[in-house]
Nanobody, 132 residues
């Protein structure tokens, strides 16, 4: 089993910045380097979409077009942490943000674009509100 715990959500004004953290816990026998870790978001009435994902092995990354140049994903293997630094936030970025982990059986991009069935484990989510 892999368990993910998100933190760092909150209220921010448009144009502001926010950093999300995902702590990744794996049971004995799980090699977390075998997993893509990603950030996904879901706004009310909308489907969950992949925002950004990072490879377990080669640190390859994927970003959805709407966040390119504004969001940065990073992974600290020593601490089993994945971060999402968000800047120049827009009202349309407001959503519940979920951390997800999936075995890297295909490209990071494909897993991020198709969280079902690409993602095997989910955190409980953290709310990001962008409002003045």
């Amino acid at each position: 089993q892999v368990r993910l715990v998100e933190s760092g959500g909150g209220l921010v004004q448009p144009g502001g910045s926010l950093s999300l953290s995902c702590a990744v816990f794996g049971d004995s026998g799980y090699n977390l380097d075998d997993y893509v870790i990603g950030w996904f978001r879901q706004a009310p009435g909308q489907e969950r979409e992949g925002v950004s994902c990072i490879s377990g092995g080669n640190a390859g990354t994927y970003y959805v077009d709407s966040v390119k140049g504004r969001f940065t994903i990073s992974r600290d293997r020593g601490k089993n942490m994945v971060y999402l630094q968000m800047s120049s936030l827009k009202p349309e970025d407001a959503a519940y943000y979920y951390c997800g982990a999936g075995v890297e059986y295909t490209s990071v991009r494909n897993i991020c674009l198709t969280p079902s069935p690409g993602i095997d484990y989910w955190g409980e989510g953290t709310l990001v509100t962008v409002s003045s």
